[in-house]
């Protein structure tokens, strides 16, 4: 049982040991640790920044992202589904049904609140 389980350790430890490794040749012993003032500086598109980074998003922002999320995942999900829709039968059908009502709802919350109009 536990030999089944190995390979996936080594590779764990593999992975582990290369970033680690990375992390170690390129913090300690390929970069120069020279600081300056023009190094130490903020940097925004090479003048110094005029706002607080902490600033506050227009809420369509936000919306967009939901409606990134809404289309991505149904277009995720319904491939699988699609390919397996025979052996699934009717629990399949209605399964998609709902996940697929829930996406609507969101995309006409997205609609109410105007994040198709663009200006």
Same mark, same amino acid.
């Given at each position: 049982?536990?030999?089944? +389980?190995?390979?996936v350790?080594?590779f764990i430890?593999?992975?582990?040991?290369?970033?680690?490794?990375?992390? &170690?040749?390129?913090?300690?012993?390929?970069?120069? +640790?020279?600081?300056?003032?023009?190094?130490?500086s903020p940097?925004?598109?090479?003048?110094?920044?005029?706002?607080?980074?902490?600033?506050?998003?227009?809420?369509? +922002?936000y919306l967009?992202a939901?409606l990134?999320?809404i289309?991505?995942?149904?277009?995720?999900?319904?491939?699988p589904?699609?390919?397996?829709?025979?052996?699934?039968?009717?629990?399949?059908i209605?399964a998609?049904g709902?996940?697929?009502?829930?996406?609507?709802i969101? &995309?006409? +919350?997205?609609?109410?609140?105007g994040?198709?109009e663009?200006?």
């Amino acid at each position: 049982m536990l030999e089944n +389980y190995l390979p996936v350790l080594i590779f764990i430890a593999v992975g582990l040991l290369v970033g680690v490794g990375a992390m &170690f040749m390129g913090g300690f012993l390929l970069a120069p +640790y020279r600081p300056d003032s023009a190094k130490n500086s903020p940097f925004e598109c090479g003048f110094e920044a005029f706002e607080d980074a902490r600033m506050n998003f227009d809420v369509r +922002y936000y919306l967009v992202a939901i409606l990134f999320i809404i289309f991505d995942l149904e277009i995720a999900f319904l491939f699988p589904w699609a390919i397996v829709l025979d052996e699934i039968g009717l629990f399949g059908i209605v399964a998609m049904g709902i996940f697929l009502g829930i996406l609507v709802i969101g &995309f006409i +919350y997205e609609w109410k609140k105007g994040a198709l109009e663009w200006e």
